[in-house]
C-alpha cells in the first residue's frame, strides 16, 4: 500500500512540476520560415536583485517549440525556470521533426537520427536550445503555457549574467555554434503563442 501511495504521490509531483503538454500536429509545411534576428543593443547593464544583466544584442525569434525543459534546483534556475528547444525554417516542419529524435538534459538540447531527412549542417543552423529569463511574472506566466510543438514569438536581449558571488553565465551570439557555451540566453520581454491556423495561406 505504501508502494502505491509514494508512485501516486511520485506521479502527482512529475505532472504538477515537469510534465509539458504538446500542441495539436498540424502535418507537413514550415511554419516559422525565417532565422533568428539580432542586432546590435543600446540598452545598458542592469541589476535585479543579486544577478547583473549584460544585454550583447536585442533579439528576436519566430519559431517552433521543439521540446520544454523545466527546471528547479540548479543554479541557473534562480532566473531562468525553463529551456526550450527551438526550430525555424526545415526544422518547423512535421515532415521532417518526424525522423529526428530530440531531448533536453542538464541544461543541453539532443537529437539524433537513423535517417537524416536533412543534413547535420541545417539541423545545427536551424535549431538551439535557449535559456529563458523572464523580465516580469506575467513573462514568467506566459513561459509556463508554452507547449511542445507550439509556434512562440519571443522577444527581448541575449545576456551574460553575472551574480554578486562571482558565478557567471554567457550568451552565445551564434546560431551555428555547438557543444559547451552555445545555447544562446534570452532575456524575454515578451512572449506570444502564435495560432498557427493564423499562419495558414491556401
Given at each position: 500500500?505504501?508502494?502505491?501511495?509514494?508512485?501516486?504521490?511520485?506521479?502527482?509531483?512529475?505532472?504538477?512540476?515537469?510534465?509539458?503538454?504538446?500542441?495539436?500536429?498540424?502535418?507537413?509545411?514550415?511554419?516559422?520560415?525565417?532565422?533568428?534576428?539580432?542586432?546590435?543593443?543600446?540598452?545598458?547593464?542592469?541589476?535585479?536583485?543579486?544577478?547583473?544583466?549584460y544585454?550583447?544584442?536585442?533579439?528576436?525569434?519566430?519559431?517552433?517549440?521543439?521540446?520544454?525543459?523545466?527546471?528547479?534546483?540548479?543554479?541557473?534556475?534562480?532566473?531562468?525556470?525553463?529551456?526550450?528547444?527551438?526550430?525555424?525554417?526545415?526544422?518547423?516542419?512535421?515532415?521532417?521533426?518526424?525522423?529526428?529524435?530530440?531531448?533536453?538534459?542538464?541544461?543541453?538540447?539532443?537529437?539524433?537520427?537513423?535517417?537524416?531527412?536533412?543534413?547535420k549542417?541545417?539541423?545545427?543552423?536551424?535549431?538551439?536550445?535557449?535559456?529563458?529569463?523572464?523580465?516580469?511574472?506575467?513573462v514568467?506566466?506566459?513561459?509556463?503555457?508554452?507547449?511542445?510543438?507550439?509556434?512562440?514569438?519571443?522577444?527581448?536581449?541575449?545576456?551574460?549574467?553575472?551574480?554578486?558571488?562571482?558565478?557567471k553565465?554567457?550568451?552565445?551570439?551564434?546560431?551555428?555554434?555547438?557543444?559547451?557555451?552555445?545555447?544562446?540566453?534570452?532575456?524575454?520581454?515578451?512572449?506570444?503563442?502564435?495560432?498557427?491556423?493564423?499562419?495558414?495561406?491556401?
Amino acid at each position: 500500500m505504501k508502494k502505491i501511495i509514494f508512485l501516486i504521490l511520485a506521479l502527482f509531483a512529475w505532472k504538477h512540476f515537469y510534465y509539458v503538454g504538446s500542441a495539436p500536429e498540424l502535418g507537413p509545411g514550415i511554419l516559422a520560415g525565417g532565422a533568428p534576428y539580432q542586432d546590435p543593443t543600446t540598452v545598458a547593464k542592469f541589476r535585479k536583485g543579486d544577478y547583473s544583466y549584460y544585454p550583447r544584442a536585442n533579439f528576436q525569434i519566430e519559431a517552433r517549440v521543439l521540446s520544454v525543459s523545466k527546471y528547479y534546483f540548479d543554479q541557473e534556475a534562480r532566473i531562468s525556470p525553463v529551456d526550450f528547444a527551438l526550430g525555424w525554417g526545415q526544422m518547423s516542419d512535421e515532415s521532417i521533426l518526424q525522423h529526428i529524435d530530440i531531448w533536453q538534459e542538464n541544461r543541453w538540447y539532443k537529437w539524433e537520427s537513423k535517417l537524416m531527412p536533412i543534413a547535420k549542417s541545417e539541423i545545427i543552423d536551424s535549431s538551439a536550445n535557449m535559456h529563458m529569463i523572464p523580465d516580469n511574472e506575467v513573462v514568467a506566466a506566459e513561459l509556463k503555457k508554452v507547449r511542445n510543438g507550439d509556434l512562440v514569438n519571443i522577444q527581448g536581449y541575449l545576456v551574460d549574467v553575472h551574480k554578486n558571488t562571482g558565478w557567471k553565465w554567457k550568451t552565445s551570439t551564434s546560431r551555428s555554434d555547438t557543444g559547451a557555451g552555445a545555447c544562446e540566453i534570452i532575456y524575454v520581454k515578451r512572449i506570444e503563442i502564435i495560432n498557427p491556423y493564423e499562419r495558414l495561406y491556401y
